[in-house]
T-cell receptor, first 118, second 114 residues
Framework: SAVISQKPSRDICQRGTSLTIQCQVD?????MFWYRQQPGQSLTLIATANQGSEATYESGFVIDKFPISRPNLTFSTLTVSNMSPEDSSIYLC???????????????FGEGSRLTVL | DAKTTQPPSMDCAEGRAANLPCNHS???????VYWYRQIHSQGPQYIIH???NNETNEMASLIITEDRKSSTLILPHATLRDTAVYYC???????????????FGAGTRLAVHP
């Protein structure tokens, strides 16, 4: 298994500002994923972040709005830039299991960062 | 787009079996069926997965039809703590070289009541 810590767990931000969310994993992982969950909705994948390469963004998400860093195999950040109230969501970090050949193929999720934009 | 269809909500009495259906009529031959759940204010949690055989673990059982176009997640003795949103997802297994991202659909909101 993998233990994932996200910071901040929640925050209230002003319109037009930016916030960086951190994701720390207790083991080295190749692939990390960032999801958004808007109020009352399912999870939507924002991007996939591999160490040493640029993040791959899903349709509807762009790097200028959601820049991602992946400096090493245990850490990643997601920045929500120039925030508006529509960005109020829970942002979740997810990682694959350590042993891709033998594990269940499950992904592990952090508890999420609840962001409210006023 | 999600490749699965689930009922938006279901109810179950505590102690009874909860049977959650999922349709995945466009599933390809090497795609697995995965089930996750999300308890309120928590990140999603893996439950079980399968390819074509029925599977059972300490949490649940997964029944996949012979044509693989649908499946049922069974919680044999539901408790109040099983109240959650349950997601059925089809994807390639990473051991088969599959890209590991999960695409979530709307899921089924299961309410277990006393």
């Amino acid at each position: 298994s993998a233990v994932i810590s996200q910071k901040p767990s929640r925050d209230i931000c002003q319109r037009g500002t930016s916030l960086t969310i951190q994701c720390q994993v207790d083991s080295q992982v190749t692939m990390m994923f960032w999801y958004r969950q808007q109020p009352g909705q399912s999870l939507t994948l924002i991007a996939t972040a591999n160490q040493g390469s640029e993040a791959t963004y899903e349709s509807g998400f762009v790097i200028d709005k959601f820049p991602i860093s992946r400096p090493n195999l245990t850490f990643s950040t997601l920045t929500v830039s120039n925030m508006s109230p529509e960005d109020s969501s829970i942002y979740l970090c997810s990682v694959e299991g350590e042993n891709r050949a033998r594990n269940t193929g499950e992904l592990f999720f952090g508890e999420g960062s609840r962001l409210t934009v006023l | 787009d999600a490749k699965t269809t689930q009922p938006p909500s279901m109810d179950c009495a505590e102690g009874r079996a909860a049977n959650l259906p999922c349709n995945h009529s466009t599933i390809s031959g090497n795609e697995y069926v995965y089930w996750y759940r999300q308890i309120h204010s928590q990140g999603p949690q893996y439950i079980i997965h399968g390819l074509k055989n029925n599977e059972t673990n300490e949490m649940a059982s997964l029944i996949i039809t012979e044509d693989r176009k649908s499946s049922t997640l069974i919680l044999p003795h539901a408790t109040l703590r099983d109240t959650a949103v349950y997601y059925c997802i089809v994807r390639l297994h990473p051991a088969d070289g599959g890209y590991n991202k999960l695409i979530f659909g709307a899921g089924t909101r299961l309410a277990v009541h006393p």
